[in-house]
């Protein structure tokens, strides 16, 4: 098993582009997860999903969409980039909400 | 105010210490997890607890829901234990989960 991954690794966007963060689970878990991890800061859970179909807002969803349609992936939109975007992103699966597990994370900065 | 606070933020021991981390919170959780995080960047779950104490290997971890409290030890610590330990919990209110800003350890040969 793959496990989480994530895709890019890096990038960096210019104020005002947009993008699509890749996340995808091979292990069947229904919960998956979007955190932002600023520097200092502890992580902060932007959107959740708990199935296909189904997602919620978590702390900090402002600037960001997400969709779920099946239960592999949970790809996160920006829509408009700011500067305050500029951060590490992580995606994690869990089953039932219970042991997390994280992909490698993207390192996004917005110029 | 956090809804999780840690302690120490930064901790250096000699390898074969005893090590402690802290870990504090406000809200109802029906679970707390401690995470580390690899000076790669990588985040690993190392623990899920709702009650007691867990043990595995070096690492253990325990809990005090009345005082809603929780540490993480590490015994005979070793040069590879270096990492950012993250406490997490899971509110009882919803799947929401809040992070502490973690515990950066160093182990000196």
């Known amino acids: 098993n793959a496990g989480v991954t994530q895709t890019p690794k890096f990038r960096i966007l210019k104020i005002g582009q947009s993008m699509t963060l890749q996340c995808t689970q091979d292990m069947n878990h229904n919960y998956m997860y979007w955190y932002r991890q600023d520097p200092g800061m502890g992580l902060k859970l932007i959107y959740y999903?708990?199935?296909?179909?189904?997602?919620d807002k978590g702390e900090v969803p402002n600037g960001y969409n997400v969709s779920r349609s099946t239960t592999e992936d949970f790809p996160l939109r920006l829509e408009l980039a700011a500067p305050s975007q500029t951060s590490v992103y992580f995606c994690a699966s869990s089953y039932e909400g219970i042991t997390q597990y994280f992909g490698p994370g993207t390192r996004l900065t917005v110029l | 105010k956090n809804e999780v606070e840690q302690s120490p933020q930064n901790l250096t021991a000699q390898e074969g210490e005893f090590i402690t981390i802290n870990c504090s919170y406000s809200v109802g959780i029906s679970a707390l997890h401690w995470l580390q995080q690899h000076p790669g960047g990588g985040i690993v779950s190392l623990f899920m607890l709702s009650s007691g104490k867990k043990k595995h290997g070096r690492l253990i971890a325990t809990i005090n829901i009345q005082e809603k409290h929780s540490s993480l030890h590490i015994t005979a610590s070793h040069p590879r234990d270096s990492a950012v330990y993250i406490c997490a919990v899971r509110s009882n209110t919803g799947n929401q989960f809040y992070f502490g800003t973690g515990t950066s350890l160093t182990v000196i040969p």
């Open positions: 999903s708990v199935g296909a179909g189904i997602t």
